[in-house]
């Protein structure tokens, strides 16, 4: 009993789908090799006379999810810049009230002028 637990091997519990999931990280590539590209996007197969396939459901909730996702990046860069425009114009207004200041304060007279 004592040579069978020594002789047992570890087995690993990680999932198998995970399988260079890191490499292809560090690499810009999806997590997996059937998140988006040719083999997930274009259809499976055409007709004969070269007319295109119908979508697939998977393609078209992709479709929707990337369309809903440009939108929301659209939406979040105008706010960026809307954003950066009105932090200009408080920067801008700051700048003109300090000159306005400055243009208000006593004027050097007599020998100091002349320097």
Do not use: N
């Not at 399988?19 to 007709?47: C, I, Q, V």
């Amino acid at each position: 009993c004592s040579v069978l637990r020594h002789s047992r091997r570890q087995f690993s519990t990680t999932c198998t789908v995970q399988a260079g999931e890191k490499w292809r990280k560090e690499h810009g590539l999806s997590r997996s090799g059937s998140e988006y590209g040719p083999l997930t996007d274009l259809p499976d197969w055409s007709f004969a006379d070269g007319r295109p396939a119908p979508p697939l459901k998977g393609q078209l909730r992709r479709k929707r999810e990337q369309e809903a996702l440009a939108r929301r990046i659209v939406m979040l860069s105008s706010e960026v810049d809307r954003g950066i425009e009105t932090w200009k114009e408080k920067q801008e207004e700051a700048r003109r009230k300090e000159e306005h200041k400055k243009s208000l304060l006593l004027k050097p007279k007599g020998k100091l002028l002349m320097k």
